[in-house]
Each structure stands twice: as C-alpha cells, then as structure tokens.
C-alpha cells in the first residue's frame, strides 16, 4: 500500500520500509519479543564472499589518493595497458617499466623486474625474509600480516601501498615522458611518505 501524499517525508519512509520487510521475508522479525537491527542489516546484505584483503586498506594510515590506487588494484580495476588495448585505447600492451611481456596486473605487481626490486629493497630495510610471491599470494600474505597491531605489522602494510603507488608513478612517468628513478631512490620516496605519516618511534624502524 502506497504511503498517503499528506504525510511527512520522515513517515513515508517508515511505511515504507514494510515492503523492505516483506522483499526480505523477514515480517516475523517484527513479532519477534526481542527486535534486532542487527540481524536485519544482515539479512540485508545477503551471502557475500568474504574480502580477505580489507584490512589492507581500512586498517592502514596511507594516504586517500595511495589507498584509491590501492583499491582500484586489489579491485583489478586499475588501467593497465592490457586492459586499454582490450578497449581500444592503445595499439601496445607491453609494461613499460621491463618491456618484457604484457603489461596486466600480476606482471606489474612485482613480477616485472622493476617492482620487484623496488618491493624487496623494502622488504630488506624492514628485516622481512624475502620470498618471491605470485600477486594473490603477496595479498594473502599483506593480508595476515594486517591482522596484527604491532608498529612492525602496520609499517609493513603501509611500506606495501606505498610501494604499489610508486610502482604506478613510475609506470606512468616512464609512459608520459617523466623521470624514472632507480631503485634506491624510489625506495627513499616511499620512505618519505611512510615517515610523514608515523611517529617518532614508528620512523626509528625504517633507519635502524
């Protein structure tokens, strides 16, 4: 039953939020001697599959425009020149950076030898044993990691989307013309973002 024109906005919404109920079949909620919101909103949000990488991105102190590239990442949304070429926007699909093969995201995120060197030059100064990862098992593995809530686990995490940032810049810059750094002084950059963000105690682990 529609909601009658004279009344408030505020009590339109209310009378309609019974069709709410009936969409989700969830009337007996309202019968209920206990009512739960809670259990409305998730039977609201339905069955979906669990995103193991949030914290990733929640969790972390990075900044927003860092934690965009970030997202567009893990999302696979982020326009790699795989993806122009598929659309027609570009005639080459190499990765810039190597010019070794395709440039798609598990490529560029650190299987290129460029940002590969850039990650484990960062997994070096944080004292982290260095191992080689697939794309999704280097996500796995920043995942578990964002779970903790030590200074080590929360740089490591922040040192990670840094350097997938910069890895991006120096995609980009190399593609429009700009200057690429070597390793050394990319990894100097990632370390100015991440110690602009800590404090002092936090800062003393990326020069010890």
């Not at 998730?42 to 900044?63: D, P, T, Y």
């Not at 460029?114 to 697939?134: A, D, E, G, P």
Request: net charge positive; aromatic share 10%.
């Amino acid at each position: 039953m529609a909601a009658p024109n004279r009344l408030s906005w505020s009590m339109k919404k209310v009378l309609e939020s019974r069709e709410v109920f009936h969409e989700l079949q969830a009337m007996h909620m309202l019968h209920s001697a206990v009512f739960s919101i809670r259990r409305l909103y998730l039977q609201m949000q339905g069955e979906h599959e669990h995103v193991r990488w949030k914290r990733i991105v929640c969790n972390n102190k990075a900044s927003p425009k860092t934690l965009f590239v970030t997202w567009l990442i893990l999302h696979g949304r982020i326009a790699t020149k795989d993806r122009l070429f598929s659309w027609g926007v570009t005639v080459d699909n190499c990765c810039p950076l190597c010019n070794a093969t395709c440039e798609i995201i598990s490529h560029l995120f650190f299987e290129c030898t460029f940002s590969q060197s850039i990650w484990t030059v960062c997994q070096r100064h944080l004292k982290v044993v260095v191992i080689r990862r697939q794309f999704d098992e280097e996500i796995h593995a920043v995942a578990m990691k964002s779970k903790r809530k030590g200074a080590i686990a929360q740089l490591y995490c922040m040192m990670f989307v840094e350097a997938m940032y910069q890895i991006w810049l120096q995609r980009t810059a190399k593609i429009y013309g700009g200057i690429v750094l070597n390793t050394e002084a990319n990894y100097r950059q990632i370390c100015f973002r991440v110690a602009s963000i800590f404090n002092d105690d936090i800062r003393q682990l990326l020069i010890c």
